[in-house]
Nanobody, 117 residues
Framework: QVQLAQSGGGEVQPGGSLRLSCTAS????????INWYRQISGDQREHVAD???????TYADFVKGRFTISRDDAKNTVYLQMDSLKLTDTAVYYC???????????WGQGTQVTVSA
């Protein structure tokens, strides 16, 4: 089992910034990916960004140029820096752990991000 502990989030005005953290613990493999998703109330979770074990990064088009994903393997932590936040970024954000083991897919508890004027 792998446990993911999320922190960060909160409420911010449009144009503001927040940083989310996702710390993995437990039966972690040396090489793993962390994927960030978000879920707007009633909708399906949508992919936001991900970072591979070797640092390859993918962003959804709607966050390119505004969000930055990074990892600190010494701390088993991945960060999602969110800048220039928009009202439409309001959602619950989840991190997800995956590695080479097909059954090893774990989710963080989710953290609320609210962007309001």
């Amino acid at each position: 089992q792998v446990q993911l502990a999320q922190s960060g989030g909160g409420e911010v005005q449009p144009g503001g910034s927040l940083r989310l953290s996702c710390t993995a613990s437990g039966n972690i493999y040396s090489y793993y990916s962390i994927n960030w998703y978000r879920q707007i109330s009633g909708d399906q979770r949508e992919h936001v960004a991900d970072i591979s074990p070797l640092g390859t990064i993918t962003y959804a088009d709607f966050v390119k140029g505004r969000f930055t994903i990074s990892r600190d393997d010494a701390k088993n932590t991945v960060y999602l820096q969110m800048d220039s936040l928009k009202l439409t970024d309001t959602a619950v954000y989840y991190c997800q752990y995956t590695d080479y083991r097909p059954s090893y897919v774990f989710w963080g508890q989710g953290t609320q991000v609210t962007v309001s004027a």
